[in-house]
Every structure is written in C-alpha cells, then in structure tokens.
C-alpha cells in the first residue's frame, strides 16, 4: 500500500509541469521561508522569543531522534528500489525518517501550540514540504507520516515539559537583552 500511494503520487511528477517546478521549491527552499517567519517573530517581543527558542529545542531534540533511528533503521529510498521520477538529487541514507518533514512539523507544531495563526500557516507549509518529498522522489507516504508524528510528538512533549527549559529560556532572552542593550 506503501508504494502503490507513492506511485499514485509520483507517477504525476517529471513531466515538466509548473507542479514539478512548485515541488521542487516547497521541497528545497521552504527551510528559507520559515526562517524567515522565526525571523519576524523574533523581533516583535520576548513571548514570540520564547516561542522561537522552544521550537529550536523541538527541533535539536526532533534531530536527535531523527538520527538516532537512522543509526538503528535503514530503509532504502523509493529511487533506489524502484524506477522513480527523480527530481532532485539525493543522498542514498535511510528514506525513514524523512529529516525535512521531522523538523518542519517540529517546528510548526511547536509555534502552532503557543500562536495559532501562524502556527497553523507553517502546518500547512510542513504538509506541503512532506507531500514535496514523495513528489519529487525522495520518501514514501508512510516515511512521510511517520516523520510527522515525530515531529510533532516531539513538539508535544516538549511543550507539556516546558518547566525543564524556562530558566534556560529565560537566561537566553536576557543575554539577548543585554547584548543589544550595548549597542542603542
């Protein structure tokens, strides 16, 4: 079922479409639009600070366990096993978990449980990065929901324990006041 809904999906791929050219994109250069929205929240006030900082701790612990069951679990790509369109070039590492898909849900669901607009805006982009790899060749759906849960999961967990990191938080964003403070 695994590859008749990855075939399903990717057979629509290669055919020179603006939906290749779309996928391409969301699959390589979504990373550079949600840094650029943790940029802008950055800015606005330490609530929106802290919310950033819990979604980089999502993220770091979402990588480790990324590569913790690479390390344990290998499971070859979809190019590997099968003929696929292939749109982007890749590494031959594990298909699960799918690394971009992990930390786009884990850093969509860390914002969308503390600002839900543009929470939900960065889910719908993590969705798209996820349904991206499958189309451009690199994962299977179940790869890709996997990756996903995760992701998420991870976010969950961190959001449910935030006790943990507060005064690591808190001593972040008081650093950061006192060295711009240097230079008003």
Same mark, same amino acid.
């Given at each position: 079922?695994?590859?008749? $809904?990855? !075939? %399903?999906?990717?057979? =629509?791929? +290669?055919?020179?479409?603006?939906?290749?050219?779309?996928? &391409?994109?969301?699959?390589? !250069?979504?990373?550079?639009?949600? =840094?650029?929205?943790?940029?802008?929240? *950055?800015?606005?006030?330490?609530?929106y600070k802290k919310i950033i900082l819990y979604a980089g701790i999502s993220?770091? &612990?979402?990588?480790?366990?990324?590569?913790?069951?690479?390390?344990?679990?290998?499971?070859?790509?979809?190019?590997?096993? @099968?003929? &696929? @369109? =292939?749109?982007?070039? #890749?590494?031959?590492?594990?298909?699960?978990?799918?690394?971009?898909? %992990?930390?786009?849900? %884990?850093?969509?669901?860390?914002?969308?449980?503390?600002?839900?607009?543009?929470?939900?805006?960065? *889910?719908? $982009? %993590?969705?798209?990065? +996820?349904?991206?790899?499958? *189309?451009? +060749? @690199?994962?299977?759906?179940?790869?890709?929901? +996997?990756?996903? &849960?995760?992701?998420?999961l991870t976010s969950i967990v961190i959001d449910k324990n935030t006790y943990?990191?507060?005064?690591?938080?808190? *001593?972040?964003?008081?650093?950061? #006041? #006192?060295?711009? !403070? $240097?230079?008003?």
């Amino acid at each position: 079922m695994n590859y008749m $809904l990855f !075939k %399903a999906i990717n057979r =629509l791929a +290669g055919r020179g479409t603006t939906m290749d050219t779309i996928m &391409v994109f969301i699959s390589q !250069k979504t990373r550079y639009l949600y =840094l650029f929205i943790l940029i802008c929240m *950055w800015f606005k006030n330490n609530f929106y600070k802290k919310i950033i900082l819990y979604a980089g701790i999502s993220a770091g &612990v979402t990588l480790f366990i990324n590569r913790i069951i690479q390390f344990f679990y290998f499971k070859p790509r979809p190019f590997i096993v @099968h003929r &696929v @369109h =292939l749109l982007i070039s #890749s590494k031959n590492n594990s298909s699960f978990p799918s690394k971009h898909t %992990a930390l786009a849900f %884990a850093v969509a669901t860390s914002i969308l449980l503390r600002e839900r607009f543009v929470g939900s805006i960065m *889910w719908v $982009l %993590a969705v798209l990065t +996820g349904f991206s790899r499958i *189309w451009v +060749g @690199h994962h299977y759906p179940f790869d890709i929901i +996997g990756s996903a &849960v995760i992701g998420s999961l991870t976010s969950i967990v961190i959001d449910k324990n935030t006790y943990t990191f507060q005064s690591f938080i808190t *001593w972040i964003i008081k650093m950061y #006041s #006192s060295f711009t !403070k $240097l230079f008003k």
